[in-house]
C-alpha cells in the first residue's frame, strides 16, 4: 500500500489581529453613527429651543397689545386714526399710522439679547395673512373686499411676530373687533330772548328801580346783586346767582344759559349818522362831508368842544343823530315834548339834567357808545308813544336819579382797562376816558320796554358724550 504524505498545516498567525482590526472599524462606525445621531439631536433641541422661545416672544406681545387693546376704550381700531380705515384717504391712514396699537406702538420690542417682537393690526383680508390669495368666494364668505386698507365687516387681525437666533421666527394672530357702545353727538338749541336790561357781566340793583311792560325781564351773564323795592314786571335771570334779596313778579332764577350779546361797535352805526363832532372840533354832515360854517352848511346848535371832548349843555341839542368821535356829554333842559336826538359816539356818553330824548333815525337807535354810558338826573326817554328804542354800550351803564328809558338797554361789559382805543391793535375801543366800572341800576329811574325791537337768539351748545368702543379679542391663528 502506498501510502501520502500529509500536507503541512497553515499558519493561523494573524488572524487575531484581523479580527480585531474588523472590530475597531465597527466600533468605530458605530461612534460616528453616535456621534452624527447626537449632533442631530443637538441641532434638533436647539432648534426646538429657538422656536420656543420665538413663540413665547410673539406670545408676549400678543398678550401686551391685548391689554392694551382692550383697556382702550376710547380707540375705534377700525377707524383712521390707530386702525386701517379712512373712506376719504385709505392709503394716507396706513402710510400714517400703520395699524398702530394704541398706546404701546408696533415695536419691534427687545426680550433679553436674543428675543424680540413686532405688533401689526392688518385686515382680515391682508395678503401677507395668507399663503395664497384669496379666491372671490371665500372673500364673499368673509363680506370682505380684497382691499386691505378698508374694512368691511369690521374685523382686524392682531398679529405678534416673534424673533429668534438664528431667523427663527413665529407668527401668531388674534381676531379684532370694535363694537360702538356709547356716543352722543353735540345738540345746539336755539333760545329766544327779549328783555329790557341785558349785561353781559354782573348787574347790581338797587333803590326803587322800576323795569316794566310787556318784556319788563332782566337777565345777566353773570351775578345780580342789590335789593331794595324795586318793580320788575318780568322775569329776573343771571347766569350766575341772583340775590336773594330781589323779587321780581316773574321768574326768578339763577345758572340759566347765557344770552349772546353782539360786539358793539359804534362805527357799524356811523351811516345812520346826521352830523359828525370830529376828533379835531369840526362838525362834519355826514352825508357829504360838509364842514359847517364858514360859508358850508349851517352848523346844528347847541355843541360845544373842549379838550378833545364834545358836550351839550343848557338847551337840547338840535333834532338829528350825531356821530361822535370821542366822548359825549349832555346836560341839557328838555321842552314839553320829546326831542328827537340819537348819539352814536366813540367815547363814553354821559346824559343828565332834565332832558327829554327819543330816536330820531328809523332804526331806532338811541345812544350806541364803545366806551361807558350814564343816564342820571331826571332824564325823560319815555315816549308817551309805543316806540322802543335802543341803548348799546360796549363797556358798562350806570343808570341812577328820576331817569326814565323806553326801549331795550344792551351792555356788552368790556373791561375798561384793555379797551382803550388804539387805531392798529383796537380800532373798536373806547376813545377818552372811561367813567364807571360798574353796572348799576339804582335810585328812582324806569325802564319800560314791550319788545317791539325783536328776540335775541342764542345758540347754546350741548357738548356730547365721546365715542366710547369694547374692543373683543376672540379666535387664534399660528403662522
Request: hydrophobic content about 35%; proline content about 5%.
Amino acid at each position: 500500500m502506498t501510502t501520502q504524505p500529509l500536507a503541512p498545516v497553515r499558519s493561523e498567525k494573524g488572524v487575531a489581529l484581523v479580527i480585531v482590526l474588523l472590530l475597531l472599524a465597527v466600533m468605530m462606525g458605530l461612534t460616528t453613527g453616535m456621534t452624527m445621531s447626537s449632533q442631530t439631536e443637538i441641532a434638533m433641541a436647539a432648534n426646538e429651543l429657538n422656536y420656543a422661545g420665538a413663540r413665547a416672544a410673539a406670545e408676549a406681545g400678543l398678550n401686551r397689545a391685548i391689554e392694551q387693546i382692550i383697556a382702550n376704550t376710547a380707540t375705534n381700531l377700525l377707524a383712521g386714526v390707530d386702525g386701517l380705515v379712512d373712506a376719504a384717504d385709505p392709503a394716507a391712514a396706513v402710510n400714517a399710522d400703520n395699524g398702530l396699537v394704541p398706546v404701546i406702538g408696533n415695536g419691534p420690542f427687545t426680550i433679553g439679547d436674543q428675543y424680540s417682537y413686532t405688533l401689526e393690526i392688518l385686515d382680515d383680508d391682508d395678503p401677507s395673512l395668507y399663503p395664497v390669495a384669496l379666491s372671490v368666494a371665500q372673500l364673499a364668505q368673509m363680506i370682505e373686499n380684497d382691499n386691505r386698507y378698508l374694512s368691511l365687516n369690521d374685523r382686524l387681525i392682531l398679529r405678534a411676530t416673534g424673533t429668534g437666533p438664528k431667523g427663527t421666527t413665529v407668527s401668531i394672530s388674534r381676531v379684532l373687533q370694535s363694537v360702538l357702545t356709547g356716543a352722543i353727538p353735540p345738540t345746539s338749541t336755539t333760545i329766544l330772548s327779549n328783555p329790557a336790561v341785558l349785561v353781559g357781566g354782573d348787574l347790581d340793583i338797587n333803590g326803587n328801580i322800576s323795569v316794566l311792560g310787556n318784556e319788563g325781564n332782566i337777565h345777566a351773564n353773570g351775578n345780580v346783586t342789590g335789593g331794595g323795592s324795586e318793580d320788575i314786571s318780568g322775569d329776573l335771570t343771571a347766569t350766575g346767582t341772583v340775590a336773594d334779596t330781589l323779587d321780581p313778579d316773574g321768574l326768578k332764577a339763577g345758572g340759566m344759559p347765557p344770552v349772546t350779546i353782539p360786539e358793539i361797535r359804534a362805527q357799524d352805526f356811523k351811516g345812520l349818522a346826521d352830523w359828525i363832532l370830529t376828533s379835531s372840533g369840526a362838525i362834519q354832515r355826514a352825508s357829504d362831508n360838509a364842514t359847517c360854517g364858514g360859508g358850508g352848511p349851517t352848523c346844528p346848535t347847541g355843541w360845544t368842544y373842549s379838550g378833545g371832548a364834545w358836550s351839550a349843555s343848557g338847551a337840547m341839542p338840535a333834532a338829528a343823530t350825531y356821530y361822535v368821535e370821542g366822548p359825549v356829554s349832555i346836560h341839557g333842559t328838555g321842552k314839553s315834548t320829546l326831542t328827537s336826538v340819537s348819539i352814536i359816539a366813540e367815547g363814553s356818553i354821559t346824559i343828565t339834567g332834565n332832558g327829554k330824548f327819543r330816536p330820531e333815525n328809523s332804526s331806532k337807535i338811541q345812544f350806541v357808545t364803545n366806551g361807558d354810558f350814564e343816564l342820571g338826573g331826571t332824564v325823560d326817554a319815555d315816549d308817551s308813544v309805543d316806540l322802543d328804542g335802543q341803548i348799546m354800550v360796549r363797556e358798562q351803564m350806570k343808570i341812577y336819579g328820576n331817569s326814565e328809558f323806553q326801549g331795550r338797554v344792551m351792555v356788552e361789559n368790556r373791561n375798561g382797562d384793555t379797551n382803550a382805543y388804539d387805531a392798529s391793535t383796537n380800532p373798536y375801543g373806547r376813545r377818552g376816558s372811561s367813567t364807571t366800572a360798574a353796572n348799576t341800576l339804582s335810585g328812582n329811574m324806569r325802564v319800560t320796554y314791550n319788545g317791539n325791537l325783536g328776540d335775541i337768539v342764542t345758540e347754546v351748545e350741548t357738548p356730547g358724550v365721546a365715542p366710547a368702543y369694547t374692543n373683543n379679542v376672540s379666535g387664534w391663528i399660528e403662522q
